[in-house]
């Protein structure tokens, strides 16, 4: 192409965009539209808690014998409940909040981060409250916290809770929120920069490795964070796997992608129909994943991406190979200690203040 | 906290608005569909809001474009401008005229085409990173802007005259 073809193109395309009329409204038009997609994805999300009950009532109803022949005598109907734990007291504060199978909650902030929070101190085995930062991220295990500061949107900060030092390095640019790895020695970042799409990995020294992410090849639309997988070798990045799009749901996956953490090099496509939320979601014997799906959380196999059943929560971790834990989406947020199928067995109740915060837990 | 963010986004969008609808239109060649694009695209900003704030602006172009390529499969093309007539031959008219034309028969090229060029040229992307952004390999790029090149010359036949005259005389 001749450079004057080029300028011309180039002139014509600005001409083009040059015919934009002014938008009345442009801002009110898209808060309306916002709230409404928000909103949906929100009823996606308690509906798919309406169809696990749904499907566990509705065997009940179909089988319930008619009114015409009652029995001659009366069989109890045995309905398993979950053993219902005490809220916490007003006390809460001066020791760890233990959960269902051994976790804590090491954090509860509103989702946007700012206002107050409260923050476990490990190491003196209480909350202190936080109201400093814009996003606050405690290591899962000891006494490492990550801060982010709106006023420095490529920086982030590593406080010391036993120290009291804060630490502050220069990741980069166009980055996600940071996720510890489940050992608490780094930090994965995923940057959209321009030209530089990838992930970053931060060690706790300031160390930082990033590794570009070729986006032909490894196609995500929609969410497209990378995450941690159990063992802290890998990270994952979803596959878009449909060409279909409904702006009510989630893109369609064919799969997650993995890559390790050490070097960017891909290593294997793990074919699960949805996203995990992070390294917990993966199960200990790595056959199982709980995973966001288009339209509902699911419980689905590793090897063949068959879905196993659907769950409330796409936020669930893993405590052993048969136990899960996350918090209840609908009501007041309970956390519950269920079996794979999602029966619940134990229901624990958040104190009072935690009830409409975004909360963190970690292995004790 | 909602306000809090509420009034974040609306000075976002007040202040980057204008820029952004101008690449909409670009892409989506007509006042009504730009709109449309732009407030979807604000509208999934909104929604992740508390975390994109800071790198709104990169995040609502990436959707901008993903969702024109959403659109090339969806719609196919009949998202095309129908241009009813070839527009009269340009070979000897004067550059404000050739470049009449060419707006219009930017318009009349299908929606990949066009989000190509806008790329390439609005934005000045190389080939590589229009490639990246829109998901695709760089020969699809190539192979698109050599396309939309050929509609071009099919729809002002007077493009590649003019253009080895200018070329000529300079």
Known sequence: MTRVLDETLRTAVRDLADGVGPAPDLAGRALGRGRRLRRR??????????????????????????????????????IPSPTMLATPGASWTAKPLVLPGGWVVTRAQTTTGSGKGFLLDRGRGHYITTDRYDGIFPAPTGSLVAVHDNNRPRDIGLIDLASGKTRWYMVGRALSAPRWSPDGRRLLFTTTQLDHEGFIVLETDGTKHTHPVDRRAYFCTDYCDFTWTRNGREVALPQTGGSGHNEAFRDKRRGVQLFSADDGRPTRLVPVPGDPTGPWAWSPDGTLVVVQGQQE??????????VVNPLPSADAVWLSDDRLLYRRPLGTGDFVLTDPSGRELVRQPLPRELVGLEVTIAPR | MAEVIDGEFTAFVTERGPALLRVAYALAGNQHAAEDLLQNALAKAYARWPRIRGDAEPYVK?????????????RSRRAEVPFAELPDRAAAGPDPDLRLLLREALRALPPRQRAVLTLRYLEDLSVDQTAALLGCRAGTVASQTAKALARLRQLVPGLDE?????????
């Open chain 1, 41 to 78: 994805r929100r009823v996606a999300t308690a509906g798919a808690a309406v169809l696990a009950v749904v499907a566990v009532t509705l065997p009940f109803v179909l089988l319930r014998p008619g009114p015409a022949a009652p029995p001659a005598t009366p069989t109890p109907t045995v």
């Open chain 2, 62 to 74: 990436r959707i901008l474009y993903h969702d024109q390529v959403s659109g090339w499969r969806r």
């Open chain 1, 297 to 306: 959380p699911l419980l689905v196999e590793t090897a063949t991406g068959r």
């Open chain 2, 162 to 170: 003019l253009t080895s005259r200018t070329e000529v005389t300079r």
